[in-house]
């Protein structure tokens, strides 16, 4: 497999992350289906976290996100991980609309980076850049289930209903 296949797997879960998003009204956005569950804004948060920091932050949770390259709303330690934001939840003054820009911008400033990249090259935290785009595309994936989930439990109506 080379890496040009798993970015655009790595797109594909975006696209669909995006999907997930269709018809995603702002009054829900920030709320829990459930006080042990995220909202889709927290989760679309992580995501774009996440991938912020692994990307241009070398894969440390620890990075210092006044470093990074890149800079959004979305990329704050708020957004870490689901152990932080349990206790902690977030919301921001952004509607559905512009976190999906938020997290898509982050996204083609990661595609710009790991353009000349090679599946062999290392990468600080995941041994090479193969391995973190793998998992990228999983993780993208994983959590729009989640989005379908959460947006299912507050009784909305998608595309996969």
């Known amino acids: 497999?080379?890496?040009?296949?798993?970015?655009?797997a790595w797109n594909e879960a975006h696209r669909e992350f995006a999907i997930a998003f269709e018809g995603m009204p702002d009054e829900d956005l920030w709320r829990r289906p459930h006080p042990r569950l995220l909202s889709v804004g927290e989760i679309a948060g992580h995501v774009a976290h996440a991938q912020a920091v692994w990307v241009f932050g070398g894969g440390d949770w620890k990075t210092d996100l006044t470093s990074l390259p890149i800079k959004s709303p979305l990329i704050d330690a708020s957004f870490r991980y689901?152990?932080?934001q349990l206790e902690q939840p977030v919301t921001l003054e952004l509607g559905s609309e512009?976190?999906?820009?938020?997290v898509k911008r982050i996204h083609e400033k990661a595609m710009e980076s790991v353009a000349t990249r090679t599946m062999e090259e290392l990468h600080p935290y995941w041994q090479n850049w193969g391995n973190l785009i793998q998992y990228q595309v999983f993780h993208t994936a994983y959590h729009t289930g989640q989005i379908y989930s959460a947006r299912h439990m507050l009784g909305h109506e998608t595309e996969d209903n």
């Open 98 to 102: 512009a976190v999906l820009s938020e």
């Open 1 to 8: 497999m080379s890496l040009s296949t798993l970015i655009a």
């Open 82 to 84: 689901y152990t932080v």
